[in-house]
Structures are given as structure tokens and as C-alpha cells.
């Protein structure tokens, strides 16, 4: 009901959507153009300024807003010691886990500890603004159930991280080339406690972040390389979907078609980069009529020093993991410029446990040119 009101309230002034995402709502005019993202009763709203200015108002007319809350502020961590990382090192002995489920005889959190309020908040966070947090949220709200003491303090050790980099954003340059890039990677067992490894992926344009995702996997992975292939399956759905929601705004906003544009995936794992290039995947992959509809190109390897795909998969271990913000460009406003034009930085805000070595180790990326129009059948 409540979407239904919303939709037609923004369609009678003029706004449009579209099937593939309907809640998007583009509106352009001779002023500019404004852009309504709905999640829930969440709504975003972008756009040039006289036009956002308009449907600010056209909205409060209508119905009652309110900006977000500060986070820091609301859980009293606004002055709270910053620090550089957003969890602290996994250990590789499951029982000195700090992330560990609740043991026998260990006290869950009381009703009065805002557990599941602080989760919401940082999930929230973590989806919208925030990708070097997407794995550390990801992990504490499986024990939204159970929440113990070790839980509550990794919460708060993420408020501390986030109140140490209240001055990162994701800076998106007016000039810089729109191009459509996809990282895949996945962490190899990240829950060993029920044998499930995690999927992260994360999309920029313009060098900057525009979508990710960490999430545990459905299914329990045989080995590395085949969670990495449940990992790239899902990135090329979410690549296959994003272009189509990229070239409907596009349209809708007057700007040029990026269909004849490729999009570009990296992978790390030489196994699932070899089973791709040589089609022997078939019913054992999780790659299926999805990213064949899309026609893959041969597979090439590229050397990555100084990136990482690891995205949300892993733990960041460094003392400073600003060193690789660049790939995100989660940037500060004076440095903004200087992130602009550093593509060799590409890569993602990682934030994981089991392996922090990824991001020391030279990566081998593999560049998948999903092409609509590309023959791969060329090759055969």
C-alpha cells in the first residue's frame, strides 16, 4: 500500500519508472533532472540542485520527513576513541574465534543492549555508503539471535573504526569515465563453524564503488576455487543487472547508451579463471545460462600488484587500511582530486579475517569482457 501511494504521488508529477528497477523514479525537465531511489519507506534522492529542491518539497507536502540520525551520536560513541580497522584478526583456531557462536554457558546480551538497533543502523550503512564494512556487518548480524558480549564489543569496535573515518565518503568526479567495472572474490570457509565460505563482489563507475555485496553462501563450497565460481556467478548477475539499470537512467537523463560499452570483471583465482576459459564448467559451476547469455569473451590474465578483489570476503589486518580506499575511492575532499585519476588502485575497501595476506600477495585478475553483442562463439 505504502508504495503504491508513493508511486502514484511521483508519477503525477511527472516522474517515470521502469519494470527492470521499479523503484527508481527518474524525472527530467529543462531545469535538470532529479532521481527518487526507494528502499522501503527510505527514500534517496539525486539529482541536479533546483530540481531536488522541487521534489523535496513536492514530498514533504505529502508526507512527513526526516533526515537519518547520526549513528555515532545515537549509540553515544561520537567521542569515542577512533580506530583504523573495522574488526579486529580472526584467529584460524575456530575456538579462539572471537566471532564464534555462543558457547555453553555464556550470557546473551540483555534486552537493554541495543544489539539488533546498532545492526540495523550499520547494515544500513554498510549497503548505502560504506563497503569496507560489509563483511564486519555481515558477520555480527548472524548472532542477531544470540548476541553475546564478544559480539557486542565487535559492534563497537566498528562504531570506533567509523568514528576514526568520519572524513571518507565516496566521491563520485563530474569528469571522470563511466566505465562499468565488477571485482569477484570469496573467502574460503569465512564461517567454519557451519562450513560456509563468502561471497563479495563490489562494481565501480567512475572508479568509484556503485554496488557490493558480502554475503555468506547458500551452499557448503568443495574448495576455493569452487567458491570462487559461486562467487563470480554471482557477480555476473549482479553485472548483468546493473547494466540494464544503467542504461535505463542513462536514457531517461538524456546521456549516451553504454551498450556498446564492455564491462569488465576481475577474478583472482587461477583454477576459476581456467575453468571459465576453457567451457568446461558446465552442470559441476554455479556459472550458468546467465553469464552465457552474455556471451563471454576469451579470458586474459593481467598482472595486479597493489590490487586486491577481495572485497568484503576478508578481515583488514593492516594498521592503516586507507592505502586501499583508493580502489573505492572513498576519499576526503582534498584528496578527492588526486583519486580521480588512480585507476591503478582499483579494488576494493576489504575488510576480512582468514586470509590477510591477499592483500600483500600479488593478485592474478582475470578480465571477462561481458559484451551483449561479442561472439564467443568465434572461438569455438
Not at 566498528?158 to 565516496?170: A, F, I, K, N
Not at 537523463?253 to 581456467?274: F, H, M, Q, R, V
Not at 579470458?299 to 587500511?321: E, I, M
Request: aromatic share 8%; with cysteine; glycine share 4%.
Amino acid at each position: 500500500m505504502w508504495y503504491n501511494r508513493l508511486s502514484e504521488y511521483l508519477l503525477k508529477e511527472g516522474f517515470e519508472n521502469n519494470p527492470i528497477c521499479p523503484c527508481v523514479f527518474i524525472k527530467k525537465s529543462e531545469s535538470g533532472f532529479a532521481i527518487v531511489a526507494v528502499y522501503v519507506d527510505d527514500l534517496n534522492l539525486v539529482g541536479t540542485p533546483e530540481e531536488l529542491t522541487k521534489t523535496a518539497d513536492y514530498l514533504k507536502n505529502e508526507f512527513e520527513m526526516k533526515d537519518l540520525e547520526k549513528v555515532l551520536k545515537h549509540f553515544h560513541m561520537d567521542k569515542a576513541h577512533p580506530l583504523s580497522t573495522p574488526m579486529v584478526v580472526r584467529s584460524l583456531d575456530v575456538k579462539k574465534d572471537p566471532f564464534r557462536p555462543q558457547e555453553v554457558g555464556e550470557e546473551t546480551l540483555s534486552p537493554e543492549v541495543p544489539y539488533l538497533n546498532a545492526i540495523g543502523a550499520l547494515m544500513y550503512l554498510a549497503n548505502c555508503t560504506r563497503p569496507n564494512i560489509a563483511f564486519s556487518i555481515n558477520l555480527l548480524a548472524r548472532y542477531s539471535s544470540t548476541p553475546t558480549l564478544r559480539h557486542w564489543n565487535g559492534v563497537k569496535h566498528v562504531l570506533r573504526y567509523l568514528r576514526g573515518t568520519t572524513d571518507m565518503r565516496l566521491f563520485y568526479p563530474n569528469k571522470s569515465n563511466p566505465q562499468l567495472v565488477g571485482y569477484a572474490d570469496a573467502g574460503y570457509l569465512s564461517d567454519p563453524h557451519k562450513g560456509r565460505s563468502q561471497t563479495g563482489y563490489l562494481f565501480t563507475c567512475g572508479n568509484t564503488a556503485i554496488s557490493w555485496r558480502s554475503v555468506k553462501q547458500t551452499i557448503s563450497a568443495t574448495s576455493s576455487n569452487h567458491s570462487e565460481i559461486i562467487a563470480i556467478h554471482e557477480t555476473s548477475r549482479e553485472c548483468v543487472w546493473l547494466r540494464s539499470v544503467i542504461q535505463h537512467i542513462r536514457e531517461k537523463c538524456g546521456l549516451s547508451s553504454i551498450k556498446d560499452n564492455p564491462t569488465i570483471l576481475y577474478e583472482d583465482n587461477a583454477a576459476c579463471i581456467t575453468q571459465i576459459r576453457g567451457g568446461y564448467i558446465k552442470e559441476k559451476s554455479q556459472i550458468t545460462e546467465t553469464t552465457r547469455s552474455e556471451r563471454l569473451k576469451p579470458l586474459a590474465r593481467t598482472a595486479a600488484s597493489q590490487r586486491c578483489t577481495a572485497t568484503s570476503t576478508h578481515g583488514a589486518r593492516h594498521a592503516d587500511p586507507r592505502r586501499h580506499h583508493g580502489s573505492i575511492d572513498a576519499t576526503t575532499p582534498q584528496s578527492s582530486r588526486g583519486h580521480a585519476s588512480s585507476a591503478p588502485h582499483l579494488l576494493a575497501c576489504s575488510v576480512a579475517q582468514l586470509v590477510q595476506l591477499r592483500f600483500f600477495l600479488l593478485c592474478k585478475l582475470v578480465v571477462v569482457n561481458l559484451w551483449c553483442v561479442c561472439c564467443a562463439c568465434a572461438a569455438a
